[in-house]
């Protein structure tokens, strides 16, 4: 499975960011997917996680109400709209799939792709 990161980039407090996920998979449909960050110095952590139907999504208490994950199985992707950024919103962002939105929540995963760096300034 190849996952792409995109949409980063650098940009004020406040202000809005759209990331994608783009999946090479023939059975992206039946998988739940899910975003992720890693800070400088920290631990990635799960920011939002989404079911294969879209009907289950978790978010980290740190991004509710900001923060909206959603998903196109026909174009195999998923996206993260960020709005009200803040500087601790900054850090590498990741995708990952897995069969259940569980695993997703697990987080462990023995393969990542490149992420997208968002960088919120203050």
């Known amino acids: 499975v190849q996952l792409v990161e995109s949409g980063g980039g650098l940009v004020q407090d406040g202000g809005s960011l759209r990331l994608s996920c783009a999946a090479s998979l023939n059975t992206f449909s039946i998988n739940a997917m899910g975003w992720y960050r890693q800070a400088p110095g920290k631990q990635r952590e799960l920011v939002a996680a989404?079911?294969?139907?879209?009907?289950?999504?978790k978010y980290a208490d740190s991004v509710k109400g900001r923060f909206t994950i959603s998903r196109d199985n026909a174009k195999k992707s998923m996206y993260l709209e960020m709005s009200s950024l803040k500087p601790e919103d900054t850090g590498v962002y990741y995708c990952?799939?897995?069969?259940?939105?569980?695993?997703?929540?697990?987080?462990?995963?023995?393969?990542w792709g490149q992420g997208t760096q968002v960088t919120v300034s203050s």
């Open positions: 989404i079911s294969r139907g879209g009907d289950n999504i």
């Open positions: 990952n799939i897995a069969i259940t939105i569980s695993q997703i929540i697990r987080g462990h995963f023995d393969s």
